[in-house]
């Protein structure tokens, strides 16, 4: 009857270490793996999209979305930021990188300060409207894309 106790309570603690190492484990894989490599790539401008990709951008650019295109050998990020009532906003890419099981996107949307601002009445009746967007330009890569906007 002893034995048996000692083999239950010896079981109990090694299914709650099992628990924790799994629990722990889990929280591990939303990191990057492998090496930290950045990513050479090129902000597009409207002349330089391909026509399929901007007809893309033009149906979804109203909500926030985020994508990735291919085409031939390169394959371009595309990240929307939605309509936004203002006109004084940027992209801008924070960070580029691949690692051996993704591509890491972190971007943000901040107010262009060098800019006049845009006056308040004018902001609330909707006239100054602006669909903010960018798109990133690099070597196709078979490795899936993580996004992070802010």
Do not use: H, Q, W
Not at 21 to 35: D, Q, R, V, W, Y
Not at 87 to 95: A, G, K, P, R, S
Not at 98 to 119: E, F, Q, R, W
């Amino acid at each position: 009857m002893r034995k048996l106790r000692l083999l239950t309570k010896a079981a109990l603690v090694l299914v709650l270490l099992f628990c924790i190492i799994f629990t722990l484990s889990a929280c591990a894989n939303e990191k990057p793996e492998g090496a930290r490599k950045d990513i050479d790539f090129t902000v597009c401008a409207r002349e330089n999209l391909p026509e399929e990709l901007f007809t893309i951008i033009e149906e979804k650019k109203d909500k926030v979305c985020k994508f990735t295109y291919t085409n031939g050998s390169f394959m371009y990020i595309v990240v929307c930021y939605g309509e936004r009532e203002r006109e004084n906003l940027n992209v801008v890419v924070n960070d580029l990188f691949m690692t051996t099981n993704a591509i890491y996107i972190d971007t943000t949307l901040k107010t262009d300060v060098s800019g006049a601002a845009t006056p308040l009445d004018y902001v609330a009746s909707g006239e100054y409207s602006m669909y903010p967007y960018i798109v990133l330009k690099c070597e196709k890569y078979d490795v899936p894309v993580v996004f992070d906007i802010d």
